[in-house]
């Protein structure tokens, strides 16, 4: 129980670091222009993968499984990330 615990809040460590790349980039250039919306859906994104490479290394005992999965899960995160930044599939999703 106090690994669960510990795992996730090393998660929410990382997330919150990660979010403040753009949060200080914002103070330095006119370039990076993120709103709210935008720190609560990458900090969802981020915290849902976390979570999601957390279980697969907890549940699966496989090595080769274990990297499919995470694979598989970090692809979808790169694609969500791409479609939110840039519109890559032209979606409604990305608001298009």
Request: proline share 2%.
């Amino acid at each position: 129980m106090a690994g669960k615990r510990n795992n996730f809040l090393i998660i929410l460590l990382i997330v919150g670091m990660l979010l403040l790349i753009p949060l200080i980039a914002m103070q330095f250039s006119n370039e990076v222009v993120w709103t709210a919306s935008d720190f609560i859906i990458m900090g969802i994104l981020l915290l849902v993968t976390g979570l999601g490479i957390d279980l697969v290394l907890t549940k699966v005992s496989s090595s080769k499984n274990r990297l499919i999965i995470g694979g598989i899960i970090l692809a979808v995160f790169f694609m969500i990330w791409a479609e939110l930044a840039v519109g890559v599939f032209g979606t409604p999703f990305a608001g298009s």
